[in-house]
């Protein structure tokens, strides 16, 4: 039994499936659970709410280590506390394959939910948090170079989510609003198909990431192949400066939403582009189809 | 975003595993449909509240039917209508083998949670819906000596909790209340384990139910064993005119609740029994470790 005083819930439901969400070579499982857990609360927050409870469904062979299991529920745990959550139920069952299923729910406090349907044209487009490092982090765990760039790898295996400005922005009167799970351009896509728009992201507005930067410059140099890197497993090529990655890069979980011309932001929210007339995303006014990385994710 | 409008929400999990908790030679993508949301929104109405919604991750081979997931849909959305609940949404991925995670939310309608631990000595335990009729259809589908039975495999593939008892129960004042899928003596042991006190279970007050008699002795002669079958797969064997499978069978999700020595209940709930001191459960005062099926359950 949850609260609601709302008397409205949000709920989202997400599944992990190892080999295809995540890798037991790579992640540990205190990282699964952190990142089962922010990929959902991040989701509650991208509506504008406040996680309230995480359910969880856990399948896994036999033979999984007790010690994994409880690794697991530390890192849900772990992450729920952030988000100002609680695990509150589950269920587990054997299986070939560890599998999880999460949904998290969440109350408005009063406020209407946002969703991706009402940017208007004419507002300004915002981020809190930042993208592309997950994406940098997977290609730095695939190319075994994680020396050096161990907060970019961390932002892979346990990502982030700004969840408290998720109903902040609801209360500065968010018209749309998603979190950065596909990645920038492909979430600013929903948005814009949701809410019949062009979105126009402008790169000189996104926040600098020297890390990024570093990152994909040193791949660049380790692969031999000066200005461009190959895509790694999850698709996205880094781009001149990392701006790839930071475009195109998915499962930061950062939250951007879409804001009246006029409305004054915290400083961790960052203009990023604008609302206009038309229909998709473009950046700098051109297609994002000529974007690296873009066309690989797609 | 569901509605809440008693500020609190029920919630419970559960994840279904093919091989594990169905088989797709036995049963269609409609029947799992129907009992993955049978076996929540029976969960939810043992707490004595209405189900609201239902969120659904769907795991599946890439070369799955399009018209099995379609099915799948139609089993759920029909059997959420049965309970007055939506599928509200959900999240699919691939996987090597079909996995469904439900969750259910529900509504108490401002009535306190029924729990299985406020069982208080002097009740009565009564059941609304029948047991054993699932098992006796697994045991029928094992044997593959369906014909005539069709009524009990159909309670197998597709449960069919009696949703409304459940709130009805929390109005009456029901003390404890739990949905049978352990099987009934399983679960009243749950109740009296939570509520520290012994119930007994009297045998002639169970309800009668003439197809399970006489698929006890079809599938007894068919066996070449008069008067005695051997547990199925589900581990249950039907013992003396089936009273093994009533007592032991699990997934009928029927529901039994204690309630108040004084209670007038309506006709389909039935009294089979009362809560004395002590602990554990009896049946016909004797221990329950002496029924047919009980230990093979165990």
């Known amino acids: 039994m949850v609260r609601a ?25 205190f990282d699964v659970g952190v990142k089962a857990a922010a990929q959902n609360l991040a989701d509650v927050a991208a509506m504008g709410a406040s996680g309230t409870a995480l359910l969880v469904g856990l399948a896994a062979p036999g033979d999984l280590p007790v010690a994994w299991a409880e690794d697991l529920v530390r890192g849900l745990a772990a992450e729920c506390a952030r988000a100002g959550a609680s695990v509150v139920g589950g269920d587990v069952s054997s299986a070939d394959s560890i ?17 991706r349907a009402g940017a208007q044209v004419g507002d300004v487009v915002a ?6 490092r997950s ?6 765990l695939a190319a075994g170079r994680v020396s050096g760039f161990d907060a970019l790898v961390a932002a892979h295996l346990r990502p982030s989510p700004p969840y408290a400005a998720g109903p902040e922005a609801a209360g500065l009167g968010a018209t749309a609003m998603i979190d950065v799970s596909d990645g920038l351009l492909a979430d600013l896509g929903h948005v814009a198909d949701a809410s019949g728009v062009l979105i126009d992201v402008e790169t ?8 990024l930067r570093a990152a994909a410059e040193a791949l660049s140099a380790a ?16 781009g001149p400066g990392g701006l790839g990655w930071v475009l195109a890069g998915g499962e930061d979980h950062a939250l951007t939403a879409t804001f009246g011309p006029g409305t004054t932001l915290p400083s961790h929210w960052s203009v990023i582009g604008t609302v206009q007339k038309g229909h998709g995303v473009t950046v700098d006014s051109r297609p994002a189809s000529g974007v690296t990385g873009w066309s690989h994710f797609r």
């Open 5 to 29: 005083p709302d008397r409205r819930v949000v709920a989202t439901t997400d599944l992990l499936v190892e080999g295809r969400h995540f890798r037991r070579d790579w992640s540990g499982p």
């Open 135 to 140: 994406a940098a982090g997977l290609a730095l």
């Open 223 to 238: 692969q031999g192949a000066p200005g461009g890197v190959a895509p790694g497993p999850g698709g996205v090529a880094p």
């Open 99 to 115: 599998m999880l299923a999460i949904t998290a729910l969440g109350d408005l406090g009063g406020r209407e939910p946002v969703t």
């Open 127 to 132: 981020i809190a948090g930042r993208t592309g």
């Open 204 to 211: 000189a507005r996104l926040p600098a990431d020297p890390e």
